[in-house]
């Protein structure tokens, strides 16, 4: 039977407007030539530390649902997908919001571990998030960090 995760990252940052729930770069914002060529079924594939290359892992950029709320709990509803790793400000993410001081951004992807990794340690490795950011693996805390762009990593075996 696989196992699915939920991996929920609730960040608090500093950013608000509406957006489309299909992904697409966001008109207006800063792009380049290369943005509208992102393909959001695989952006960023290769392995992100090519001198500590692994054959056993599992990248997880990519879409996920998002939400902007107020700071008193998590969204009942999600409001589209942004494209993990871009910042949600940024028009690639396909959101281009910005998060305000008052408010919380919320990220929500689901994954199943492969079965090369079964009872294997899983860590989740973050290569930046600002500003103070808590992980849920199946609605249980994994971890909490506070620090602006930062890379930091969680065991989540458990």
């Known amino acids: 039977m696989k196992k699915i995760l939920t991996l929920s990252l609730l960040t608090l940052a500093a950013f608000a407007n509406a957006q489309e729930k299909a992904w ?5 914002k800063i792009s ?10 695989a952006p960023l594939p290769e392995y992100p530390r090519p001198q500590f290359v692994r054959s056993n892992w599992k990248n ?7 939400a902007i709320t107020g ?12 494209l993990v790793p871009f910042a949600v400000e940024s028009a690639i993410s396909g959101v281009g ?10 990220y929500r992807t689901s994954f199943a571990v492969p079965s090369a990794m079964k009872g294997k340690r899983i860590l ?14 199946n609605g249980k805390e994994a971890g909490t960090h506070e620090g602006g762009f930062d890379p930091f990593s ?3 075996t458990a």
């Not at 697409?24 to 207006?28: D, E, I, L, N, R």
């Not at 969204?75 to 942004?82: H, L, N, R």
């Open 97 to 106: 919001r910005t998060v305000g001081k008052d408010s919380l951004l919320w």
């Open 71 to 82: 700071m008193n709990g998590a969204p009942s509803a999600y409001q589209g997908k942004i």
């Open 124 to 137: 989740l490795h973050f290569g930046a998030v600002d500003w103070k950011t808590k992980v849920l693996v």
């Open 154 to 156: 969680f065991d989540v």
């Open 32 to 41: 380049t030539s290369w943005s509208e060529q992102v393909n959001p079924a």
């Open 24 to 28: 697409k770069v966001v008109p207006g």
């Open 60 to 66: 997880l950029n990519g879409l996920w649902d998002y």
